[in-house]
Every structure is written in C-alpha cells, then in structure tokens.
C-alpha cells in the first residue's frame, strides 16, 4: 500500500480498473474531505453530508470502470458529486416548486471566453471569507463554480468539466457569483 500512495490518481484508478480493488481506499483518504467540505458548502451537515459523502463513494466506485484513466481524475470525481449534490437538493426541495434546471442565459448565450485572471491571494482570501458569509443567500449556479475554484482551487476549464457548461459560462457565473457575494455582506 505504501508504494501506491506515491501514485497519481489517475493510475490508481488504472490499478483498480485492473481489478485491484484494494488500492480503491488511497483514492477514498486523498478525496474524503475534499469532497466533504465541497459538500458542507451547500449546507449539508452531520449524518445527511456523511450518507452523500458515502453514496459519491459508492458511485465511483460502481463508475471507475468508464473513467478514462488519460483524463484528469479530480474533475471526474466532482462531477460525480456534482450529480449527487443536484440529487440531494432536489430530494430536499421536493415539496416546494423550485427548478433547478430553469432557462439559462449563461448558458444558451455564452459570453467570449473569460481568461482566468491573476486575482491575487488577497483577493481569493476575501472571497473565501465573504463565500463563508454569503453562500446561503446566492443561487447555486453561481455558488457552485465559486467553491470549486476559490476552495477547491479547480481551474476554469475543470469547473466546466465538472458542470458541463463551456469555460466562458464558468468565468461569467464567477464574475457574477462575486458581485452577489459583495452583495450579500454589504
């Protein structure tokens, strides 16, 4: 086991592709809060972030198989999460009339691929503070792409991975995501 901590995650999958199923629990210690945190973000907590937590687990696990093993490992998984977290929200929200999947400019009418910019520590460290404060109070398409790329530290173009919506989109729902943010606190 000691060797196969040394591997990226990427040929751990390959390992366990190949049926070494053991090796599964390296990739299981690298992600789990990682995944956690992404998960308490969107305000799931105690028992309820524990059981999607596990179920992201399951998934990728039942899914390793498909993953392409030349791709990046860390986009795949959070996709998985993604789907997941969309799951669980709309479980939650069953009751009242809420849809997730309304129109969407950003996407339908992409603006010209937005360049990630040199923000600056101190300008990821304020919207970390102001995510933290805000998050609640911002819709989840701009929520999303701002904890994977202020906590998560995903590039642009993995958050589109992640999400499915072109890298223009991610760099517009971050732009707007931090002026609702700004929003919110002010």
Request: hydrophobic fraction near 40%.
């Amino acid at each position: 086991m000691q060797e196969t901590e040394q591997l990226v995650d990427e040929k751990i999958a390959e390992l366990v592709q190949n049926g070494n199923v053991d090796v599964f629990g390296v990739l299981v210690e690298r992600y789990e809060s990682k995944l956690s945190r992404y998960i308490n973000k969107f305000l799931f907590y105690g028992d309820e972030a524990e059981d999607l937590l596990q179920d992201i687990f399951i998934k990728t696990y039942i899914n390793i198989k498909s993953f392409d093993t030349k791709q990046k490992f860390s986009p795949w998984i959070y996709r998985i999460a993604h789907n997941e977290l969309i799951n669980a929200i709309k479980k939650r929200k069953s009751n009242k009339s809420i849809n997730f999947f309304d129109f969407d400019m950003d996407v339908l009418l992409p603006h010209p691929i937005a360049n990630e910019t040199a923000d600056g520590e101190m300008e990821r460290k304020e919207i970390r503070e102001l995510l933290d404060k805000g998050l609640r109070e911002i819709d989840l398409k701009y929520k999303e792409p701002l904890v994977l790329y202020y906590f998560e530290d995903m590039s642009y173009a993995e958050i589109a991975d992640v999400l499915k919506i072109p890298t223009s989109t991610v760099g517009v729902r971050i732009k707007r995501g931090r002026e609702a943010l700004r929003k919110v606190v002010k």
